[in-house]
């Protein structure tokens, strides 16, 4: 292929009075000869077939009524998001399932990097293996953390991994009753719910002991019968607490051949025995803290995994990428796997529906587990478990707290209850500039207005924690 | 001065070790935070994890190999290197609506006044983020026509699985028993599975010689038992159901719901709005349309509108301004709950904030004519080459994308769709969707949009042509291909046999210690 310059330069400049501003409309000269080769004289007689009577007559009433310059732009965001409030000095103390942690300069660098952001599905995998491999990386290093044998990429978040791992056990099982601890996060709860309204599932909620904050073991042995299909339960619970009961759980659930489906902060594996050592079926849970951010609400990564079973893995949903050979035999690489059993090829037979899913936070949750190592990882966690009891300690320090307010151990997060309506002790935290816990008192599982989740991890200094503590000690 | 352009596309190609041969879990490139704390805070306690939490306490350390900061940036940036997106080169995916991605959404997307805002956070220490939200809501309200939306559903087959079950719950309120879903063979294969995820039994509907919802096979679908129908329009052919509004007033007139799946938006926004053409519920991928990258699969974002009394069954909360206040509307009576965690997913959310704002709604307008144009400029350029054909009525004009067929390549020399879609790859292009639609044998779905330039397209048609002549001259070596890639073409069969399938590190090392592990 050979080409002129001189001409190229001697093009005509774009003299439409709009330009697409990323370059990718032709200009005018360009369009001309194109719709002279596709044989029309105007663009809208490409949209002959379109019903008139339903054609816009007008450009939609959308953005700021015209077209903005990068700067316009830029000026018109800082001047919005200025009424945003930001807290880093003490960081939020908010917890409810997603906590702020820090985030490693590294992540961003490589998430940076466009070949992986503005890549697609690897439907191609040997245009892709750089991508397949991370994909293949973060599956293994969960895999490894987790102590489970298969994990997806991935599902949206820890939520939507609980109800299609209740939907996979109903499929697997053919039952339709699930048991679900009644002191799971109340908005995971409610996702489960809208998950199986098309399913006729008979949703079942087991107690917790007030007293601990763990699943009440008689009450679940109660409730589970033969046709249960699975049992949900989260460790740490929404309370925070790491139930010791989980192994008793799962001699209940497998003695009436249930299916155990555990939901788990990987950060807290650290330190914390894996789901897979206790015989869990599934495993479900959110991969924020290990690297994401908090981003008000997402996107974050949802896990899946399951131990080694034609069945369950059969019944997994989303995308899984495994190892393979080059056709002649002489490499490694990476593709997507057993394909089979999802939408584009299984269509209403499919595992699930999903297709997009959180890929790219996968490459940031692998980036941050290999920058930390198993090691540290352990002195992580311990680090952020000594910082929650001191908190915990400090507000029981103070008069007519309790904290922790059950005696189940816990991990980063805790709740407390106060001598007064928490909610009155939140507003003036904020006057202070402290974005103190959750108040519970619309959660359902403790619907309390005295007491509220604290959330501490590696970011809060003692000094942070002491200031928390000393602004509530002063309001009561 | 004529100066002769280096030729000859080669993607990086080494073998990069799997991190677990780089590291080993006592190594680290993390320093936490306040680490010279923690001894004190043991010495405050008085007690450690391992007491506290008994047998619950894990008894070793992970097995995660931990690597130097400087190795893990290595590691990552070679696989990136060993990775295309559109930053790349064209990616063609028909109905993956593969824009370019300005750059300027990354750079407010990764503000801190976003990314450290907690999702509990007081709704008034949130306003400017909320004010975005609230506008977003509303351009694309106003773009499809629709009354609400609801900026919670992360992905677009999240927002189909809630437009279905919006439809279910619908019925059940009005007390009837209506459990069939009308779907087209031609639609995205989440269409089927969302439906069937809700509940319904998915009755398929033909695609008519034309290449349009089959008229008589939709009549005769049509019953009490009817739901509704999930159309795409353009269709996945490309091609717009030009019959929309009689198919609209059928589905109506039995008082059964019409469900518009977004995914081909990028043709006709700013031209026709799904509303008008009888939709009532609808779920757009703002991640394709709006120009939020795809992120390798993911993070994407949906959205789910709908009109007049289905606005109702909407997951909550919904984003809602009262005086000069913004806040989440929990209020639900009969909307369907959540479909997942807090709001969506929000850096995609911004940057379809950012895409909208900075284009306006002639710039969205202009975008659609011109992937319009871009589609059958392609299409022209294809006439004359030998071995593929349009199927489904060859004269009408496409929309936002095309299928080929490769049949006649493949009859005349036994080189499939997919041979011709590793031999692009071959030459640094991407390859079309080959998996489906379904209806059409050997096919290329090719989806342009309109950030590829007048000459990205001709070298694309010209691939085309020069992969059909090497498939006449030599097929057994293109059946070889690629070559220049990463890696040579992979084996499918062994990454999905039984004894072979290995989606683990931990499953590989199962397998090396000689444990027979099968699916």
């Known amino acids: 292929m050979s080409i002129n310059w001189c001409n190229t330069a001697l093009q005509p400049r774009v003299s439409q009075s709009l330009r697409l501003p990323w370059a990718p409309a032709a200009n005018e000269r360009d369009r001309r000869e194109m719709l002279k080769r596709i044989g029309v004289n105007d663009a809208m007689e490409l949209y002959n077939d379109v019903p008139p009577e339903i054609m816009l007559k007008e450009p939609p009433n959308v953005g700021f009524g015209r077209q903005l310059s990068e700067w316009e732009l830029q000026r018109l965001v ?331 151990e816990f991990f980063k997060e805790f709740t407390a209850r106060f001598p007064k309506p928490y909610h009155s002790i939140h507003r003036a935290l904020l006057e202070k500039g402290i974005m103190g816990g959750l108040p519970l008192a619309d959660k359902p599982p403790l619907m309390d207005e005295y007491s509220a989740l604290f959330c501490v991890t590696e970011a809060h200094s003692m000094k942070d924690i002491d200031r928390l503590v000393e602004a509530i000690g002063e309001m009561l | 001065m004529t100066l002769k352009l280096r030729s000859g596309w080669r993607q990086a190609r080494w073998s990069e070790p799997l991190v677990y041969e780089l590291g080993d879990p006592n190594n680290s490139g993390f320093v936490r935070p306040y680490s010279h704390e923690d001894a004190e805070l043991e010495r405050i306690l008085d007690v450690t994890p391992e007491e506290m939490l008994g047998h619950m306490f894990r008894d070793s350390i992970p097995n995660i190999p931990g690597l130097s900061e400087v190795e893990v940036v290595r590691h990552f940036t070679r696989l990136s290197q060993m990775s295309y997106g559109v930053d790349v080169g064209p990616v063609p995916l028909g109905s993956c609506t593969m824009k370019y991605n300005p750059k300027i959404s990354e750079e407010i997307a990764r503000d801190p006044r976003i990314r450290y805002l907690h999702p509990y956070q007081d709704p008034e220490t949130v306003q400017g983020l909320l004010e975005m939200l609230y506008l977003l809501e509303r351009w694309l309200a106003e773009l499809t026509g629709m009354d609400r939306c609801s900026l919670q559903t992360p992905a677009g087959a999240a927002g189909e699985l809630a437009g279905a079950l919006m439809i279910r719950k619908y019925f059940i309120d009005k007390g009837e028993d209506r459990d069939e879903m009308l779907v087209p063979d031609s639609a995205h294969g989440t269409n089927p599975a969302s439906a069937a995820m809700a509940g319904f039994k998915v009755v398929r509907i033909p695609t008519s010689e034309n290449g349009t919802v089959d008229m008589e096979a939709l009549d005769a679908a049509l019953s009490e038992r009817t739901a509704g129908i999930m159309l795409t329009n353009p269709n996945t052919l490309g091609i717009f159901e030009d019959r929309i509004l009689e198919i609209a007033d059928k589905l109506h007139s039995i008082g059964a719901l019409l469900y518009y799946d977004g995914a081909n938006l990028n043709g006709i926004m700013g031209i026709v709005r799904p509303g008008d053409m009888g939709f009532d519920i609808i779920h757009l991928n703002l991640h394709k349309t709006f120009g939020a990258p795809h992120g390798g699969g993911g993070p994407g974002a949906g959205v789910v509108c709908a009109r007049g009394e289905l606005a109702e069954y909407l997951p909550r909360p919904l984003i809602a ?83 080929l067929s490769a049949k006649p390549l493949k009859r005349e020399t036994g080189v499939t769709a997919e041979d011709v879609a590793k031999a692009l790859l071959d030459k640094g292009l991407h390859a079309p969707t080959i998996y489906f639609p379904l209806i059409v044998e050997e096919a290329l779905m090719i989806e342009f949009t309109e950030s590829e330039p007048r000459r990205q397209i001709e070298e694309y048609a010209g691939a085309l042509r020069e992969i059909a002549g090497e498939a006449r001259r030599n097929p057994t070596a293109l059946k070889q291909l690629p070559r220049n890639t990463s890696t040579g073409r992979l084996d499918n069969v062994y990454a999905n046999h039984p004894r072979s399938v290995t989606p683990t590190f931990r499953v590989l090392r199962r397998r090396l210690q000689g444990e027979q592990l099968s699916l």
């Open chain 2, 321 to 403: 301004k009262k005086g000069d206040r913004y806040y989440w509307d929990y209020e639900c009576k009969k909307c369907i709950g959540r479909i997942r965690m807090f709001y969506g997913n929000i850096i995609p959310l911004v940057k379809a904030f950012v895409y909208i704002a900075m284009l306006g709604g002639r710039g969205l307008r202009e975008s659609a004519i011109q992937s319009v144009i871009n589609t059958n400029y392609f299409i022209a350029l294809m006439r004359s080459v030998d071995g593929y054909e349009l199927p489904y009525d060859p004269e009408k004009p496409r929309k936002h994308e095309l299928v």
């Open chain 1, 78 to 408: 800082d001047s919005m998001l200025s009424k945003n409030k930001v807290f880093t000095d003490p960081p939020p103390f908010l917890g409810g399932g997603i906590c702020f942690h820090t985030v490693p300069a590294v992540i961003d660098a490589i998430l940076s990097r466009s070949e992986f952001y503005t890549a697609y599905t690897p439907y191609q995998p040997e245009i892709n293996q750089g991508l397949l491999q991370v994909f293949f990386e973060y599956q293994s290093l969960m895999a490894d953390l987790l102590e489970m044998d298969v994990v997806n990429v991935s599902m949206y978040d820890w939520s939507t991994a609980a109800a299609e791992a209740i939907l996979a056990a109903m499929r697997v099982t053919r039952k339709k009753r699930i048991v679900v601890a009644g002191n799971i996060h109340p908005e995971r709860m409610e996702v489960i719910e809208t998950w199986l309204l098309g399913k006729e599932a008979d949703i079942r909620v087991v107690e917790f002991d007030r007293e601990t904050g763990k699943v009440d073991l008689d009450r679940l042995e109660n409730t589970i019968d033969s046709d249960t299909a699975a049992v949900y339960v989260e460790v740490p619970n929404f309370f925070g607490v790491i139930d010791d009961g989980v192994e008793a759980i799962a001699e209940i659930v497998h003695r009436r051949k249930a299916l155990f489906i555990v939901g788990v902060d990987p950060l807290s594996l650290g330190i914390v025995r894996s789901p897979g050592s206790y015989e869990a079926d599934i495993v479900v849970g959110d991969a924020q803290p290990l690297g994401l951010g908090l981003n008000y609400g997402g996107p974050y990564l949802g896990i899946f995994a399951t131990r080694w079973d034609r069945k369950l893995v059969r019944q997994m949903p989303g995308r899984l990428i495994g190892l393979t050979k080059t056709v002649d035999g002489s490499e490694y690489g990476f593709t997507m796997i057993l394909q089979t059993r999802e939408q584009h090829i299984r269509r209403e037979k499919a595992t699930s529906n999903i297709t997009s899913n959180e890929a790219l936070m996968a490459v940031a949750a692998a980036a941050y587990m290999v920058l930390l190592g198993g090691s540290e990882l352990r002195e992580l966690a311990r680090s952020i478990w000594l910082r929650s009891h001191y908190a915990a300690k400090r507000l029981g320090e103070l008069e007519r707290v309790k904290a922790p307010q059950f005696s189940g």
